[in-house]
C-alpha cells in the first residue's frame, strides 16, 4: 500500500508542478476527431480491378516446385501493355503452393488477388535478387537486393485476399543480421559523409537483408487481407510513398528486424484492423537518418492507425530513423493480443534532428510489457549535435494492467526538453517505476492512476 501511494503522492506533485494548461486548450488547432477526419478524406484506396487474368494462363504451377517467377514476369509484362484504361488488371493466383526463385516487380494498375488457399514461397538464393535495385536500408538510400515484392514509381497497386505470402527467410535471410555489421557502418558512413549514390552498392559479398514487400515512390496502394510470414527483414516498407491502405492483414513475422509495417518518408495511410505478431516494431514510423534525412525535408504525416491487435517487441514506435520528422499520427482503439516489450515507443538521438509532434492517442489498451510508454531523446547513447525536438503529444485513455519496468517515462535533453505533453485517463494496474520524467516542460496529468486505487478514507477525530 505505501508503494501505491508513493506512486499516487508522485502524480499528484508533477500535476501541480508541471500542469500548464488544460487538456482542451491544448486542442486549439483543432479537435483530434476533426483533424483525423480530413485526414481520412484523402486517403482512398484504389479501386479493385475487374478485368482478370489467371497467373496459370501464363505457366504458374501451384505444386511448390516449378519455378513460377517467369509466369509472374509475363504476368506483370502483359498488364503493362495494355493501354486505353485506368480500370488495371487483377491476377488472380488461385489455391495452391507457388515457388518464386526471385522478386515480383509490379507495374501500374494491377492487383494480385491471392485466393484463399494460395501461398506464394520465395526461394532463398540471394544471387536470384539481383541485379540490385534503388532502395534504402534503415534510412540510408543505396542500391541492394531487390525486395521480394517491389514496386517503384507506381500507381494504383494491390495486394489483396486470404492467401500467404511466405519469404521463406528463416535458414538464409534472417541469419545475416549478425554478418551485417560492417555494412550496415558503411552505409552510415555514406550516409554522413554524402557519398553520391551510384557509388553505394550493396548486394553480392554484402549482408544488408532486402525488405519483403516495398512501395518506393508509388501512390495509391492498397494490401488488405493477405498473411505476411517469414520475412527476411522490413515486412511492409512504404517509402517516400503516399495515399496508402493496410487493412486487415496478419503477421507472422519472428525473424530479426521484422517490422510490421514501416512508412518511412511517406504520408496519408490508413493502417487498420491487423493483427501482429512481429519479431520487432509492429509499426514502426520513420523519415530518413542523419544527414540525408535531415536533407531530404519530408517528413512521415498523416497516418491514422485503429483497430489492430499488437503483438511482438513493441506496439506503435516512432524512429529511430525520423530526421526528416513525424508529425500528425493518430492511433486509436488498438489493443494488445499479446506480450510487448513496450506498448508506444517514441525514440530518437542527437544524430537525428528532425521532429516528433502532434501525435494523437485514443484508447490503446495493452496487458503485461515492460514499459507503458516512453519517450527517449538518447537512444542506444549514440550521436552529438543533431537533437530532435519532441512535442505536442496528446495521449487520451491509455490503460495497461502490468509494466514490469516503468509506467511512464520520458527523457528528453537537458537544452532541448520534451514539451506540451498531455496525460488523460491514463490507468496501469501495476508498474515497477511509476513515473520517471526527465528534462521535461509542460507535462499535464490528468486523472492518472498507477498502482491500485486508494480507498475513500474518512478521518474522525
Avoid at 303 to 326: D, H, P, T, Y
Avoid at 398 to 418: F, M, P, R
Avoid at 443 to 459: A, D, M
Amino acid at each position: 500500500m505505501k508503494r501505491t501511494l508513493d506512486i499516487v503522492s508522485t502524480v499528484l506533485l508533477y500535476t501541480v508542478a508541471l500542469a500548464f494548461v488544460s487538456c482542451t486548450n491544448t486542442y486549439k488547432k483543432a479537435s483530434r476527431t476533426e483533424k483525423r477526419d480530413q485526414i481520412l478524406k484523402s486517403i482512398v484506396p484504389p479501386k479493385i480491378p475487374t478485368d482478370t487474368l489467371s497467373i496459370l494462363s501464363f505457366g504458374a504451377v501451384g505444386d511448390s516446385i516449378t519455378d513460377c517467377k517467369p509466369a509472374f514476369d509475363k504476368a506483370m509484362k502483359a498488364c503493362k501493355k495494355i493501354k486505353g484504361t485506368l480500370k488495371g488488371t487483377r491476377i488472380v493466383v488461385p489455391a495452391g503452393i507457388y515457388y518464386l526463385n526471385g522478386p515480383i516487380h509490379m507495374v501500374s494498375n494491377v492487383c494480385i488477388d491471392l485466393r484463399k488457399g494460395a501461398r506464394l514461397k520465395f526461394g532463398s538464393n540471394p544471387e536470384r535478387y539481383l541485379p540490385v535495385v534503388l532502395t534504402s536500408w534503415e534510412g540510408t538510400f543505396l542500391y541492394n537486393f531487390s525486395p521480394f515484392i517491389y514496386g517503384y514509381k507506381l500507381e494504383n497497386v494491390s495486394i489483396i485476399g486470404q492467401g500467404i505470402i511466405d519469404g521463406n527467410s528463416s535458414g538464409t535471410f534472417g541469419k545475416w543480421a549478425d554478418m551485417q555489421g560492417a555494412d550496415q557502418n558503411l552505409s552510415r558512413a555514406m550516409n554522413q559523409k554524402n557519398v553520391p549514390l551510384k557509388k553505394r552498392i550493396f548486394g553480392r559479398n554484402h549482408f544488408l537483408r532486402p525488405q519483403f514487400i516495398q512501395f518506393f515512390k508509388c501512390k495509391n496502394i492498397l494490401i488488405d487481407g493477405v498473411t505476411i510470414t517469414d520475412s527476411p527483414f522490413w515486412c511492409i516498407h512504404l517509402l517516400k510513398s503516399e495515399n496508402a491502405t493496410i487493412r486487415n492483414v496478419t503477421f507472422h513475422a519472428l525473424n530479426k528486424n521484422n517490422d510490421g509495417i514501416d512508412p518511412e518518408y511517406s504520408k496519408n495511410i490508413l493502417i487498420e484492423n491487423v493483427h501482429f505478431d512481429n519479431a520487432d516494431d509492429n509499426i514502426a514510423i520513420k523519415s530518413g537518418r542523419d544527414r540525408e534525412g535531415r536533407s531530404t525535408v519530408m517528413p512521415s504525416e498523416n497516418i491514422v492507425i485503429r483497430n489492430c491487435v499488437f503483438k511482438g517487441l513493441n506496439g506503435l514506435a516512432i524512429g529511430s530513423e525520423m530526421s526528416s520528422g513525424v508529425r500528425d499520427v493518430f492511433l486509436e482503439n488498438c489493443s494488445s493480443g499479446g506480450y510487448c516489450r513496450r506498448g508506444i515507443f517514441i525514440k530518437s538521438n542527437p544524430d537525428c534532428g528532425g521532429f516528433i509532434t502532434d501525435i494523437y492517442i485514443n484508447n490503446v489498451r495493452f496487458g503485461q510489457v515492460e514499459d507503458c510508454f516512453f519517450i527517449t531523446s538518447r537512444y542506444h547513447n549514440e550521436g552529438k549535435g543533431n537533437e530532435s525536438s519532441i512535442s505536442d503529444m496528446y495521449i487520451d485513455s491509455l490503460k495497461c494492467s502490468n509494466a514490469t519496468e516503468a509506467g511512464l517515462v520520458i527523457q528528453g535533453y537537458l537544452q532541448n526538453n520534451v514539451k506540451n505533453i498531455c496525460f488523460s485517463n491514463v490507468f496501469i494496474d501495476t508498474a515497477r517505476i511509476g513515473l520517471c520524467f526527465t528534462n521535461t516542460k509542460n507535462i499535464l496529468l490528468n486523472n492518472i492512476r498507477i498502482g491500485e486505487k486508494v480507498q475513500s478514507y474518512s478521518y474522525t477525530k
